[in-house]
């Protein structure tokens, strides 16, 4: 059993950043895609950003791009998403997940097997 759990999450004004931190443990042996999904109320789930294995292939969302840094540390199964020049509509439920599949790095879901509970992220106006 792989366990997922996502830190960082809080209220934030406008304009201002945010941290959110990853780790999967269980099968430590092994190594995983990681992403960031998030949900906002009344809305379906969606992509935000992505990285492989060792790091060296990320994908963003257009909403995101040039703002939010997806990293790990190596080939470990911890990543943090940096959150910059956040607005009122990244407010969100953040999750966090796993996929056994490396490339090409998955924006769907279902791509992922192993998911965080979640952490919520406030930007007030």
């Known amino acids: 059993q792989v366990h997922v759990v996502e830190s960082g999450g809080g209220l934030v004004q406008a304009g201002g950043s945010l941290r959110l931190s990853c780790a999967a443990s269980g099968r430590t042996s092994s190594s995983y895609a990681m992403g960031w999904f998030r949900q906002a109320p009344g809305k379906e789930r969606e992509f935000v950003c992505a990285i492989s294995w060792g790091g060296q292939t990320t994908r963003y969302a257009n909403s995101v791009k040039g703002r939010f840094t997806i990293s790990r540390e190596g080939a470990s199964n911890t990543v943090y998403l940096q959150m910059n020049s956040l607005k009122p509509e990244d407010t969100a439920v953040y999750y966090c997940?796993?996929?056994?599949?490396?490339?090409?790095?998955?924006?769907?879901?279902?791509?992922?097997?192993?998911w965080g509970q979640g952490t919520q992220v406030t930007v007030s106006s």
């Open positions: 997940a796993a996929s056994t599949v490396n490339l090409p790095l998955r924006d769907y879901a279902s791509g992922y097997s192993y």
